[in-house]
């Protein structure tokens, strides 16, 4: 198993730019989302690591090896596609050895072992389940060794009930594999949850890779903010630590980075130079003086009874509420609360934040 | 997908691109290599009233098949006529007469019948399913929403229904007429002179080929432009069928005696009477004693270069299909047109070109069986890249790049993947092929080896000189042949 790195990936369909010099580094044996809204480019990068369709520019390095002129086949790529795609006309134990030699009966039980799923080789694809299926897909793609796994949304065509399960068992079989994976989703909760490191992608560019924590914790610019959970986003001013905004006077939090940073970079120091990185629009800055936009996760705003806020609207989910209150300067904001909310449209109430805000310099997209 | 081709396809299908492309080629090539002559022969009055009786014939059995086939569809799907069902069923078996048969028992029962009417009657009757089929279908799915909003603005049912139906009964016609075009057995039996009867006897009888080519290439030109006309009056109004929508059938009340009447004629003149006249002659000729022998080896012969004309096609088909199907481009789609180009061809303008072909170049196979046999490949190809297309498309390429991804080359991803589950559709595309070949008269006629037969050249040889008895079993035998592919797609769809 082995490292991915891939640089400057440009790529376009008939004139149409799709990537524009996308970036990313996943260390070995680490899983890697990309998350990314549909059409921002996310599957055709993933489709150029695997050697189905060619760069126009940028280079694919797996285990540090440049594979960008090689054909899918001498890639060492594994790949699980959406809907899983096992082939109709063949058992699942002979899906599993497709890519082995000829009677390697024993890394088949293996591999489907790994899957949770021994026993089940002489069944045809069609007599399984759908979470089924994606998961003799997985052990079809790691039957080979492969030095990356990619999974191209693997959890979409599957019921929402069912997803949670797969998610860890796939998880769980890609860490006992020891496997290097990247995953596609449009799902922030997916990747957050499943990933060691997620790369956020908007326009064809990875804007923002890093640890789930971090990620969410200090977001590149405002528009990474609002993709990987909901926010609320408010004008400011800053100095000196804290911000002045529709809610008070803040601290910013002393985690937002300085500079564009790939979060988990691995361990080795392998850091990849900064001129190969996508240039960021922006970077969230301490103690940085002048106007902006402040970013509070609804998570942040308690209620309380009384005061000088309007609660507007009550959502109720159960486990939790949405809360969405104006603001004496008639600004509306939305807090998440507990389920058992006691607040009514209507009712006045006094809006505080917990903990530090994000605060970035410069408007963004 | 990639655009790059692989090698063990481009090859085999440039092959099969060459082979589709040259009869028209070399018919232009033969044209303009005496071009005094053959402006002559374009000149001559003769080809213009050969033109004319060519294009009196299309349209004729055209309208004709029109009114067979729009009426039958509309009674069978929108009314309550009894038995509906049966007459759907019927109306659809003439399919699977070959024409020549059906003239066969025309004439035989009625020497009189032959020349223009009687080549009109059993056209019609032949392929007045080509308009049936897809009127019936576009018929039972369109919205009966838009027959009530005419009813309810004072236009009546008729002016919407014609409207809508008019792509899919123009698309029928456009066979029909194709068919009448290319017709050679029917008209040749029924001794009604036009350009492809016209085209075998220059060829049989002068020494001088140049006429058969010129005319071979006006038929080629009448038909390009027939298919473009078709085109052309499609137009650009947006055609709205829905789902299959509850609807409430037409009583046809008083009329029910007259149009069952209609329809029984329509199933007892072109199903019933053919039976019936390959029973009569069938007993009689037997009665005088069978020559078996001849009978044998015409089958034999009918298997074997069937056999291997399906053979051939398929492999030429499978490349074809596969380029068509899973990549784009301009070579991909170059490749695919040329193997549709046969499709407008009449079967004896494809032969005669094999024929200058084979003289001029391969002379060893020249009136020889492998010379049929590339004529069939030449002839059922379309069919054939269709069948493979289809099945190829079956098969997601999703497939072949995981495959890729597992270590498997290009071709081995389409060997050990796309085609295995390809099979199914290519093999019955293969037989399907194999069936219409053991039907072909016009290239047959032109390119089996001299003192061979097969069982249409056997009948239409014994039809040609009065000997219907003798010709009953090869009408029987061919009208066996025809059902089984109407019987698998049967069996297929249920």
Not at chain 2, 443 to 472: F, Q, V
Request: proline share 7%.
């Amino acid at each position: 198993m082995s490292g991915l790195k891939v640089a400057g990936i440009v790529k376009a369909f008939s004139g149409t730019p799709v990537l524009r010099g996308a970036a990313m580094e996943v260390a070995d044996g680490d899983l890697a989302a990309v998350l990314g809204p549909s059409g921002c480019g996310k599957t055709t990068l993933l489709r150029i690591v695997a050697g189905f369709e060619r760069a126009d520019a940028g280079s694919v390095l797996i285990g540090g090896a440049e594979v960008g002129h090689l054909p899918p086949e001498k890639r060492r790529v594994g790949v699980v596609p959406q809907d899983a795609a096992l082939f109709p006309h063949l058992s699942v134990a002979r899906n599993v050895g497709f890519g082995l030699p000829r009677g390697s009966r024993e890394r088949i039980a293996e591999c489907l072992e790994l899957v949770g799923l021994d026993g089940y080789g002489r069944r045809m694809p069609y007599e399984l389940s759908g979470g089924q299926q994606q998961r003799v897909a997985l052990a079809r793609a790691l039957a080979p060794r492969p030095g990356v796994v990619l999974l191209d949304e693997p959890f979409n065509a599957l019921d929402r009930s069912l997803r949670t399960s797969v998610r860890d068992d796939v998880r769980a079989a890609l860490k006992a594999a020891g496997a290097t994976a990247v995953m596609v989703t449009h799902d922030q909760e997916e990747a957050l949850s499943m990933a060691d490191t997620v790369a956020v992608m908007r326009e064809g560019e990875i804007v923002q890779q890093g640890d789930p924590v971090r990620l969410y914790s200090a977001p590149a610019d405002v528009g990474v903010a609002a993709f990987v959970g909901e926010a609320v986003v408010l004008d400011g001013v800053s100095a000196d630590g804290t911000v002045t905004c529709a809610l008070g006077t803040l601290p910013t939090s002393p985690t937002s980075p300085t500079s564009p940073t790939f979060g988990t970079a691995p361990a080795t120091g392998s850091l990849p130079a900064l001129d190969t990185l996508p240039a960021l629009d922006t970077s969230p800055a301490t103690g940085r003086r002048g106007a902006g936009r402040v970013v509070v996760r609804p998570e942040q705003l308690l209620l309380s009874a009384g005061g000088e806020a309007t609660v507007e609207r009550v959502e109720y989910y159960g486990h939790d509420a949405a809360v969405t209150v104006r603001l004496p300067c008639g600004t509306p904001v939305r807090a998440r609360t507990r389920g058992d909310v006691p607040h009514r449209p209507g009712d006045k109430v006094t809006v505080r934040v917990d903990g530090s805000v994000l605060f970035y310099g410069e408007i963004v997209r | 997908m990639s655009r790059r081709v692989p090698p063990a396809l481009l090859v085999p299908a440039l092959v099969a691109t060459a082979l589709s492309l040259a009869p028209v080629a070399y018919l232009v090539v033969r044209a303009a290599e005496r071009p005094d002559a053959a402006l002559g022969v374009l000149l001559r009055p003769r080809t213009a009233e050969l033109a004319l009786r060519s294009l009196g014939l299309a349209a004729t059995v055209t309208a004709a098949c029109l009114v067979v086939g729009v009426s039958l569809a509309w009674l069978v799907v929108r009314t309550d006529l009894p038995g509906r069902r049966v007459w759907g069923a019927l109306a659809a078996l003439p399919l699977a007469v070959p024409s020549y048969v059906a003239a066969y028992t025309w004439i035989a029962a009625f020497p009189d019948i032959s020349g223009f009417w009687g080549s009109v009657l059993v056209l019609t009757l032949c392929t007045y399913p080509y308009v049936y089929l897809p009127v019936a279908a576009a018929l039972s799915r369109l919205d009966p929403a838009l027959e009530e909003v005419s009813l309810s603005l004072g236009r009546g049912r008729a002016a919407v229904v014609l409207r809508q139906l008019r792509p899919s009964a123009a698309a029928g016609a456009l066979l029909v007429a194709m068919y009448a075009l290319a017709e050679f057995g029917a008209v040749s039996i029924m001794r009604f002179d036009v350009f492809t009867t016209q085209i075998y006897t220059s060829y049989r009888a002068a020494f001088d080929r140049t006429p058969a080519a010129v005319l071979g290439l006006v038929l080629v030109v009448v038909t390009f432009v027939v298919v473009l006309a078709e085109a052309r009056t499609r137009g650009r109004a947006a055609y709205a069928l829905r789902g299959t929508p509850a609807r409430r059938r037409v009583a046809v009340r008083t009329w029910k005696a007259p149009v069952l009447a209609w329809a029984g004629l329509v199933a007892a003149l072109a199903v019933g009477f053919p039976l019936v006249s390959i029973g009569f002659w069938l007993v009689t000729g037997t009665s005088r004693g069978l020559d078996l022998d001849t009978l044998a080896s015409a089958t034999a012969a009918t298997l074997g270069v069937s056999g291997a004309g399906a053979l051939l096609t398929a492999a030429l088909a499978v490349p074809v299909g596969v380029l068509a199907a899973r990549h784009r481009g301009g070579l991909a789609r170059f490749v695919e047109r040329a193997a549709y180009v046969a499709h407008a061809l009449p079967g004896i303008v494809i032969a005669l070109s094999l024929v200058f072909f084979a003289v001029r170049y391969a002379y060893p196979i020249y009136q020889q069986w492998p010379l049929l046999v590339l004529a069939y490949a030449v002839l059922f190809l379309p069919a054939a890249v269709g069948a493979v297309r289809a099945s190829v498309l079956q098969s997601p390429p999703v497939l072949e790049e995981v495959a890729r991804s597992l270590g498997q080359s290009a071709t081995g991803a389409l060997r050990r993947v796309t085609l295995p589950l390809a099979l199914p559709g290519v093999l019955a595309g293969t037989a399907l092929v194999f069936l219409t070949a053991m039907k072909e008269l016009p290239a047959t006629l032109l390119l089996r080896p001299t003192g061979a037969d097969t069982l249409a050249t056997r009948l239409w040889t014994e039809t040609g000189s009065g000997s219907y008895a003798a010709a009953a079993p090869y009408a029987a035998l061919l009208m066996v042949l025809a059902a089984v592919p109407g019987f698998m797609l049967g069996r297929r769809e249920t």
